[in-house]
C-alpha cells in the first residue's frame, strides 16, 4: 500500500513538472510604438486569451502549430508559430488597419429580379451609373485619407527614429564610443525592436559598428 502511494506521488509531480513552452512578445503599432490594452489570443485547445494591459503578452502552449491575434480598435496582427519543444519563444506583433469588407448587393438595396446594370438597349442603367459613380468617389476618398494617414505617421515616425538616432550617438560617445545594445535600449527608453532599427540603420549609414557577443551585441561608433 505504501509503494503504491509513494508511486502516485512520484507520477503526480512528473505530470507537473511537464511544462509547454511560453509564448510571448510585445504588441506594437505601424510605427513600432508599443499598445496597451490589445485584446490577444491563441488558438490552443481551449483558446487563451487576455488583454495586453501594458502591451506584453504571454501564453502558455505545449508543441505544435498556433495562430495569435491581436486587435485594438480597427487594427489587427496576426502570426502563426510553430511550437517545436519547451523553453521560451519570442514573437511580437504589429498592428495594421483592418478594412471592412464591402457591403453585398442585398445591403445596397439591389433587386435580384431586377436588371439594375443595363437598360433594353444595351446601355448602362442611371441608376447602376450613379452608385458606381458614388462608390468609386468614396473609394478614391478612403484610400487619399488611408495614404495621407500613413504619410503623416510615417513623417512623425522618421522625426522620432531622427532623434533616437542623434540621441543613441550621443550615448556612445559618453560611454567612450562603444555600448551594450541592452544598455542602449535601457537609456534610450524604448523596446528591443526599435532599438535594432536604429542600430541597423547606422551602421547601413556607416556611423556604427555592431559585433556579436555572446546572447547580445557590442555598438562601436566610428
Known sequence: MRKIAIFLIVLILCTFSVVGATIQGTVYDMGLDLVKNTKVEINTAPKQMMIAKDGTYSFNAPTGDYIIKAE???????????????????????LLPEFADMPTEEELGFAEDYDIYFDETGKMNPITFTILFVALILIVVLVTYYIKKKKKKE????????????????????EGGRALQKDIRKHLGISEAKASLLIDELVAKGKVEKIKKGRGNIVILK
Open 155 to 174: 513623417k512623425e515616425s522618421k522625426k522620432l527614429m531622427k532623434e533616437d538616432s542623434e540621441h543613441l550617438l550621443e550615448f556612445l560617445k559618453k
Open 72 to 94: 485594438y480598435e480597427d487594427q489587427i496582427a496576426e502570426e502563426s508559430i510553430t511550437v517545436s519543444a519547451e523553453g521560451e519563444f519570442t514573437l511580437d506583433l504589429i
